[in-house]
């Protein structure tokens, strides 16, 4: 039922940083854990970073550890990720998702979650 956009993306040179928001409209998003993927040209969409219900707990890719952080604001509907010290290899498109199920921790598995943004562009240059 919660719907989701995303914001945020753009072109920055390798080492700014940006900032990705996902606000979503459902009524509980409070109670849904949330998560961030991405798919490059030609590749399967990967894990991000993922966060629980009511924040208590975050799950990183390896790729992107001390590098990028995930929060969230139930207050305003709206879940973040923050990255810093952008690589090439971050180029993709990013997309947040909502956990099918609520209160539960967060997941890393695309096949947990039931709902999608439309995603939005992150293009990183050398």
């Known amino acids: 039922q919660v719907q989701l956009v995303e914001s945020g993306g753009g072109l920055v040179q390798a080492g700014g940083s940006l900032r990705l928001s996902c606000a979503a409209s459902g009524r509980t998003f409070s109670r849904y854990a949330m998560g961030w993927f991405r798919q490059a040209p030609g590749k399967e969409r990967e894990f991000v970073a993922a966060i629980s219900t009511s924040g208590g707990s975050t799950e990183y890719a390896d790729s992107v550890k001390g590098r990028f952080t995930i929060s969230r604001d139930d207050a305003k509907n709206t879940v973040y990720l923050q990255m810093n010290s952008l690589k090439p290899e971050d180029t993709a498109v990013y997309y947040c998702?909502?956990?099918?199920?609520?209160?539960?921790?967060?997941?890393?598995?695309?096949?947990?979650?039931?709902?999608w943004g439309q995603g939005t562009q992150v293009t990183v240059s050398p």
């Open positions: 998702a909502a956990d099918s199920i609520w209160d539960r921790g967060a997941r890393t598995a695309k096949d947990d979650y039931a709902r």
